[in-house]
Structures are given as structure tokens and as C-alpha cells.
């Protein structure tokens, strides 16, 4: 069975500093893919970063980019140069890339940026 | 190009109402999920619909619920007598061809509540 954990259900960081936030699965599927997606307080889901289960170079899409690795399984999201609109939930999702393709989500890290 | 369209974004029901949330695809898209948010957890997927056909409708209560995506027009989840513990955040979201497309387009979500 496919598990995403985010153990870490509040963070804090200072404006401008990076921060990482933490994502564990655990699939028996070779080929799969990592996603993060941000929710703010207004409710939606806003997609981040992918990073396919074959790529060899982590993903990076400007402030944001992942720490994948592998062997341990963990797909972290560092967000650098942290704004005060990047206070949300951050949620790790994984999707196999076979049977229905259906996301799995973790339960969330609820980021605050201080000023 | 417009998002992915979901109504109502809020829906009151009384218990033992029925409640119908409407989720439009994309444009060119034809495949759709549907996933459940109860407060503060992540997205639990319910199921996964293509034209006219359910693929899988693993993550759907046994009782109360189903989906459609009719060949015109768009995709429904539906709830029948509804009750307190179907509060929740509603969304769906769609793919271009669900096998091959890594990403999943999310729509705002429907927030339930039943009083």
C-alpha cells in the first residue's frame, strides 16, 4: 500500500530564511511521481514541484525546489527566501504511475512566516 | 483557457438533505477525480471518472454516495441524506488523459456543511 507522512504539523520560519519541510513514503511501485501543493487560507490547491521517481536531478521551480532521495524515500520541499505569503498547508502528495493514478496525500504542514 | 469549475463553492444542507456538487473539467480534459478534505487533514481520494464510465470508485463510502461524468456536461458527486460527519472541503480535479499526465488541474473546492 502507498503512505505519504509529513511529520511535522507547524512550522515556523523567519522572513527571507529557507526553510525545509519534510515528506516520507512509502510505495512497491517502481515508477511513481512526488508532488507538493500549497493551500492557502482561501481554500485551493495550488500545485508546486514534481518530481518523477526517475529523474536524477532534483526538481527546482524558483523559490521552491525538492530534495529527493530515493534510497531513504523522503521528497522534502525547500522553500528559500521565505515571503509572508507563503504562510499555508503544505501538503505531499504521491501518485503511482500505473493502475488509476489516484493521488495520496499526506496530512499537512501548516507553515508560518514571521516578519 | 479556464480552470477546472466546481458549484457551488459553499453548500449548506440540513441533515437527511441531498447535496449535488458540479466539478466542469478543463477544456480537452476527460478524465476527473474527486477527493474529500475533512478539517485539518490532507485530501482522501473518493473516486476517479472518465466519460461516461467509473474507474475506480475505491475511496467512496458504500452508502449515500455516487458520481456520474454524463457523455454532455459536468461530472457530479452526489450525497444522499446527508449527515454531520459529510462536512467537508470537495474537489475535484481533472487530467488530459489520466494514464500519461503526471499533473492533476484542482479546482476550488466545494465546502459542505451540514447543519
Known amino acids: 500500500a502507498q503512505k505519504i507522512t509529513q511529520t511535522q504539523p507547524g512550522m515556523f520560519v523567519q522572513e527571507k530564511e529557507a526553510v525545509t519541510l519534510d515528506c516520507t513514503y512509502d510505495t512497491s511501485d517502481p515508477s511513481y511521481g512526488l508532488f507538493w501543493y500549497k493551500q492557502p487560507s482561501s481554500g485551493e490547491m495550488i500545485f508546486l514541484i514534481y518530481q518523477g521517481s526517475y529523474d536524477q536531478q532534483n526538481a527546482t521551480e524558483g523559490r521552491y525546489s525538492l530534495n529527493f532521495q530515493k534510497a531513504r524515500k523522503s521528497a522534502n520541499l525547500v522553500i528559500s527566501a521565505s515571503q509572508l505569503g507563503d504562510s499555508a498547508m503544505y501538503f505531499c502528495a504521491m501518485r503511482a504511475n500505473s493502475g488509476t493514478y489516484k493521488y495520496i496525500f499526506g496530512t499537512g504542514t501548516r507553515l508560518k512566516v514571521l516578519a | 483557457n479556464a480552470g477546472v469549475m466546481q458549484n457551488p463553492r459553499h453548500l449548506v444542507r440540513r441533515r437527511g438533505q441531498e447535496a449535488r456538487l458540479r466539478c466542469s473539467p478543463m477544456k480537452g480534459h476527460s478524465h476527473v477525480y474527486w477527493y474529500r478534505q475533512l478539517p485539518e487533514e490532507g485530501l482522501k481520494f473518493m473516486v476517479y471518472?472518465?466519460?461516461?464510465?467509473?474507474?475506480?470508485e475505491s475511496g467512496m463510502p458504500k452508502e449515500r454516495f455516487s458520481a456520474e461524468f454524463p457523455k454532455e456536461g459536468p461530472s457530479i458527486l452526489r450525497i444522499q441524506q446527508v449527515v454531520r460527519g459529510d462536512s467537508a472541503a470537495y474537489f475535484c480535479a481533472s487530467s488530459p488523459t489520466g494514464a500519461s499526465s503526471y499533473e492533476q488541474y484542482f479546482g476550488p473546492g466545494t465546502r459542505l456543511t451540514v447543519t
Open positions: 471518472l472518465q466519460k461516461e464510465n467509473i474507474i475506480d
